[in-house]
């Protein structure tokens, strides 16, 4: 039996300020997920093209709550964001929706990632 979150889904971020709303950022097919919601050959297909990213990482919790941790690697497999994230809502026909937080790698020096976590920008999936 397949993990819950084992799907495609859309994938979403703030634009830049001052803008507002969304904007689609491309797709996380999450479809090999195991039953235990480990993934380790997800695949990131960006709006704008190009080499699409590999995703790694775990779904844990059980219903009605999974915490889920993306790590998204370039073609040349370096690591190259985390992706954290809470499913927040689950309706009808399936449609799920989970929220979290998108943090770019960076040096090791401790006051840099101090301050990048502050700017860290949300992310949304969503699966209609």
Same mark, same amino acid.
């Given at each position: 039996?397949?993990?819950?979150?084992?799907?495609?889904?859309?994938?979403?971020?703030?634009?830049?300020?001052?803008?507002?709303?969304?904007?689609?950022?491309?797709?996380?097919?999450?479809?090999?997920?195991?039953?235990?919601?480990v993934i380790t050959d997800g695949t990131y297909?960006?709006?704008?093209?190009?080499?699409?990213?590999?995703?790694?990482?775990?779904?844990?919790?059980?219903n009605p709550i999974f915490y889920l941790t993306?790590?998204?690697?370039?073609?040349?497999?370096?690591?190259?964001?985390?992706?954290?994230? $809470? $499913?927040?809502?689950?309706?009808?026909?399936?449609?799920?929706?989970?929220?979290?937080?998108?943090?770019?790698q960076l040096g090791t020096a401790s006051l840099?990632?101090?301050?990048?976590?502050?700017?860290?920008?949300?992310?949304?999936?969503?699966?209609?």
């Amino acid at each position: 039996m397949a993990h819950k979150l084992a799907h495609t889904w859309t994938c979403h971020v703030m634009p830049p300020p001052p803008g507002k709303g969304v904007i689609r950022e491309g797709h996380m097919d999450l479809s090999t997920m195991d039953p235990n919601g480990v993934i380790t050959d997800g695949t990131y297909y960006l709006e704008t093209g190009g080499a699409p990213r590999t995703l790694k990482g775990e779904a844990v919790g059980g219903n009605p709550i999974f915490y889920l941790t993306l790590r998204e690697y370039d073609d040349r497999g370096i690591h190259r964001a985390t992706y954290d994230g $809470l $499913l927040v809502h689950e309706g009808s026909s399936d449609r799920l929706v989970i929220v979290g937080k998108k943090h770019f790698q960076l040096g090791t020096a401790s006051l840099d990632i101090a301050a990048a976590e502050q700017n860290d920008p949300p992310w949304i999936l969503t699966k209609p």
